[in-house]
């Protein structure tokens, strides 16, 4: 941040480039290319936060003229209220331990007017799931086939230690799919900075609608950043975190194994970063959190990372990403005795 007052020290006491710092898109642009998305400078736009990139692309008109939203369910809960705080018309695919039933997508596809298709493609927020390349590749040939945009939300790319997986991205470059990811859960939450990559048709509509809401992100932020990622730190710690999270996801999963009831389901465990478990028969989420705070294990209830028609209220989620790893087998043989103590 010292380096980046003392770089940027001019371009701070005047507004910059509503869509970024043209030398950090650059960088960027070099970057992406380790995770097999070729993009130029031009097409990319630097967001506070992917988010930021979701909520404003949720209301543009799209080229294909379409009005409704496809979303995975659960999802994470931005991105609802996003929709919700709009009033748009969603339309919720279920997302299982198995990803989600294609046919189903394509039939939503064909019958629906759907603008694009939100998907987490990697350690999906809450379930933790990530598609295999050829469930990617057959998304793709879907919204090519019936004209919808994908906006792959791609902000735990970087910990994919799988070494030949490629976003969605990957399969069609030409802008069918607007690719996004975050710098905020790799390096700090509090640096809201995330990326954007447009296809040309969007480009001009999406920098006023960018303007309009913050005329351009913080240039200290983007400075530092910039630093960061030529410095090459960025892609050391990039290595010390995979490791360390698919060490977690090891001993979460296998904890799974161990503790939980045959009843009780469960999702993800690959990265540790996020997954849910299905709680048996009609008990309430809400209910188990309650009880299992008392106890000092906290989770979440993931009824509202769901749309209001797909409901579910037997759904925890939980992370393990800021656990120490002795105490992962101790929390879900805690989640265990909270689950059979509620059943009682």
Not at 231 to 258: D, E, P
Request: net charge positive; aromatic share 10%; with cysteine.
């Amino acid at each position: 941040m010292n380096q980046a007052i003392d770089l940027y020290k001019e371009e701070m006491f005047h507004y910059s480039e509503p869509l970024g710092l043209t030398s950090l898109r650059q960088q960027l642009s070099k970057q992406l290319q380790e995770l097999q998305v070729f993009a130029p400078p031009e097409r990319i736009c630097v967001v506070s936060g992917s988010q930021q990139a979701l909520d404003l692309l949720v209301s543009l008109p799209f080229p294909n003229g379409k009005m409704e939203i496809c979303v995975e369910q659960p999802t994470h809960f931005s991105f609802i209220e996003s929709i919700s705080t709009r009033g748009l018309k969603a339309i919720g695919i279920e997302m299982t331990d198995s990803g989600v039933d294609l046919e189903h997508l394509e039939k939503t596809f064909k019958e629906r007017s759907i603008k694009f298709f939100y998907t987490v493609s990697r350690f999906q927020n809450p379930t933790g799931y990530s598609y295999s390349n050829e469930e990617k590749r057959k998304i793709v040939e879907l919204a090519q086939k019936y004209d919808v945009y994908i906006l792959e939300d791609d902000y735990m790319g970087d910990l994919d230690t799988r070494r030949k997986a490629d976003p969605m991205f990957a399969y069609d470059p030409s802008g069918r799919i607007i690719y996004t990811k975050s710098f905020s859960k790799v390096l700090l939450p509090g640096l809201r900075l995330g990326l954007v990559v447009l296809p040309e048709a969007l480009l001009e509509s999406f920098t006023k609608a960018k303007f309009a809401a913050d005329v351009h992100t913080p240039v200290l932020t983007q400075g530092a950043l910039e630093i960061y990622l030529q410095s090459g730190m960025f892609m050391a710690h990039i290595q010390k975190l995979r490791r360390q999270y698919k060490k977690k996801g090891n001993l979460l999963k296998q904890s799974y194994l161990n503790y939980l009831p045959p009843e009780a389901g469960f999702t993800g465990g690959v990265s540790g970063f996020y997954s849910t478990i299905k709680l048996p028969g009609r008990m309430k989420s809400k209910h188990l959190v309650d009880h299992l705070k008392k106890k000092n294990v906290l989770v979440q209830d993931a009824t509202d990372m769901y749309l209001p028609d797909y409901r579910k209220e037997n759904r925890i989620r939980l992370s393990v990403s800021q656990a120490p790893d002795a105490k992962i087998k101790i929390g879900v043989k805690k989640i265990e005795d909270g689950i059979r103590e509620v059943l009682v």
